[in-house]
T-cell receptor
């Protein structure tokens, strides 16, 4: 049990739609990052938030956006869904100086 | 840019035997961390072991140990006395040691480990 919870567990969306994925972190975890893990691949870094500000971004287009809230929860929003967005989305949170804790992921299927 | 390479898509080991998973990485930085994560079918990433680049001594955690060769940019994981519960996907990961980059991991493509009873 990592104390990091993602919702929903599974999700099916239609191409062109928008989706919001959620991550609830342990109290005090002021750093959260999101990853996209395509089938059979390693996780790819999307972006990171520190104290509610984005402070790092991977090679993902602007239609991938996020928010981090004062209650240590966060969101990943994806607009104009494409078939290639089908993947497992993972969040990881931590306090500075500690190890990262991963959630169990949200499996997104775009049809 | 940092890259992490795992050249063994699949490995198998007999129960109670030893297996070594390979990982190489590329970076121009001198201060960083390396990790091995386990991802079972439950999908949750579980930290197996961590190595700090400035430490010469190889990290060990019970049955898990690493061989860290900084000059060669190599970071292999040895699992001793393999157990059925070790079966999973294993990912090698890199993370820079900079303030506020604490969650920015670069992962390899993974090695699927099968443990044969």
């Amino acid at each position: 049990e990592t104390g990091v919870t993602q919702s929903p567990t599974h999700l099916i969306k239609t191409r062109g739609q928008q989706v919001t994925l959620r991550c609830s972190s342990q109290s005090g975890h002021n750093t959260v990052s999101w990853y996209q893990q395509a089938l059979g691949q390693g996780p790819q870094f999307i972006f990171q938030y520190y104290r509610e500000e984005e402070n790092g971004r991977g090679n993902f287009p602007p239609r991938f956006s996020g928010l981090q809230f004062p209650n240590y929860s966060s969101e990943l929003n994806v607009n104009a869904l494409e078939l290639d967005d089908s993947a497992l989305y993972l969040c990881a949170s931590k306090v500075q100086g500690s190890k990262a804790f991963f959630g169990q992921g949200t499996r997104l299927t775009v049809v | 840019a940092q890259t992490v390479t795992q050249s063994q898509p699949e490995m198998s080991v007999q129960e109670a035997e030893t297996v070594t998973l390979s990982c190489t990485y590329d970076t121009s930085e001198s201060d960083y961390y390396l990790f091995w994560y386990k991802q079972p079918p439950s999908r949750q990433m579980i930290l197996v072991i961590r190595q700090e680049a400035y430490k010469q001594q190889n990290a060990t955690e019970n049955r898990f140990s690493v061989n860290f060769q900084k000059a060669a940019k190599s970071f292999s994981l040895k699992i001793s006395d393999s157990q059925l519960g070790d079966a999973a996907m294993y990912f090698c990961a890199y993370r820079r040691n900079l303030f506020n980059t604490g969650n920015q991991f670069y992962f390899g493509t993974g090695t699927s480990l099968t443990v044969i009873p």
